[in-house]
């Protein structure tokens, strides 16, 4: 969708402000020139206000939430309201609401369809919602994680209401999210792995199960650089990060569980292999798989072990010190040359 059509929409929205929010934001109220409702997806409360006609401050159909100091147009409230995920779905929305004919490209084809849940075009979609990490409250998160250098993420995003539903029928709530996408050896997103996050302890949500993936996982991955002849394959997205604070320059890719890792595609390219074990049970079968299925392939595997029960535990508890030793004393030769960071 062009860019001028997207601003005409917000526009047209503008002047009808008010009977936008009475539709879309309905737990809301009219408060002088300003819409009061508590958040984009019409949650009761007083956080969130659109400004209902043109002002020296700002166009009508603008918002800013206080609470969390989003903001944004009414395509953004059709969008939170309704639960959309792909534009072209708000856009449609928003041409039925104020009864404009479609765009010329949306008349030669079908209306798109909402994206099956947990499916691979849901993930992509989900990946093309969110926005890049810098300055952000995944940055801020990985940052009390140790994890500070951030060369080579453009896989990780950042969604600020992430959809969570504890279980099947139980109400959705949002939490912002580290969005990361899963890729297979082509670079086509095939999934996505949400972490949810706390904006006042810098950590995780508390919720019951603050990590998820969605799409299709096996063989693929969350990839860190480019892969050639030489990748480091872990678990978890901290854990690779970890270790990638000291190794900076070498590809690495997290499977996102023991299982997955397990089954991770070798491309044709690759000729040694980094296993970067999680201390338990399941880490060690992993590697164990790994390592025999390297050896049928012809692949050199160099098993590295973390001190405690993974690296993002080393780098929080021993420091970056430690762990550059750590990684010097078990990485070829001819590798710390190339992948580690000079002060390391």
């Not at 409702?37 to 002002?55: E, F, I």
């Not at 009508?60 to 609470?67: I, L, M, Q, R, Y």
């Not at 969570?164 to 580290?178: D, G, I, K, N, Q």
């Not at 995780?204 to 299709?216: E, L, V």
Request: proline content about 7%; aromatic content about 6%; hydrophobic content about 40%.
């Amino acid at each position: 969708m062009a860019r001028q059509d997207a601003s005409d929409l917000a526009h047209s929205l503008g002047r009808q402000a008010e009977a936008v929010c009475r539709h879309y934001l309905s737990s809301g109220r009219r408060e002088g020139n300003y819409w009061l409702v508590g958040d984009a997806r019409n949650t009761p409360g007083r956080s969130m206000y659109v400004r209902l006609k043109d002002t020296p401050k700002g166009p009508a159909g603008k918002w800013t939430d206080a609470a969390t100091g989003e903001h944004g147009d009414l395509l953004d409230v059709i969008r939170e309201s309704c639960g959309l995920i792909d534009f072209k779905d708000v856009a449609d929305e928003a041409r039925t609401f104020l009864s404009v004919p479609p765009a010329p490209e949306a008349r030669q084809h079908e209306r798109q369809n909402p994206a099956p849940h947990g499916s691979p075009e849901a993930a992509r979609r989900l990946v093309r919602m969110s926005q890049p990490i810098h300055g952000t409250l995944v940055q801020t998160y990985l940052r009390e994680r140790g994890i500070t250098d951030l060369r080579g993420t453009g896989s990780l995003h950042f969604h600020p209401r992430c959809y969570y539903r504890p279980e099947e029928h139980s109400p959705t709530e949002t939490w912002p999210a580290m969005i990361a996408a899963v890729t297979d050896l082509d670079g086509k997103i095939t999934g996505a792995h949400r972490t949810w996050l706390d904006p006042r302890r810098r950590d995780k949500a508390p919720i019951d199960t603050p990590r998820r993936a969605m799409g299709d996982l096996l063989g693929n991955a969350v990839r860190f650089g480019i892969g050639s002849d030489v990748i480091a394959a872990g678990e978890g997205i901290e854990t690779v990060l970890s270790l990638r604070q000291v190794l900076p320059d070498m590809p690495m890719l997290a499977a996102l569980s023991a299982a997955h890792l397990a089954a991770i595609l070798f491309p044709d390219t690759l000729r040694r292999l980094y296993i970067v074990r999680d201390n338990d049970p399941a880490g060690d079968a992993a590697r164990d798989t790994l390592i025999e299925r390297a050896d049928a392939a012809g692949i050199e595997a160099i098993v590295i072990s973390p001190q405690l029960g993974d690296f993002n535990q080393d780098l929080r508890s021993l420091g970056l010190d430690a762990l550059s030793v750590e990684a010097r004393l078990q990485v070829a030769p001819q590798d710390v040359a190339r992948f580690m960071a000079l002060a390391a």
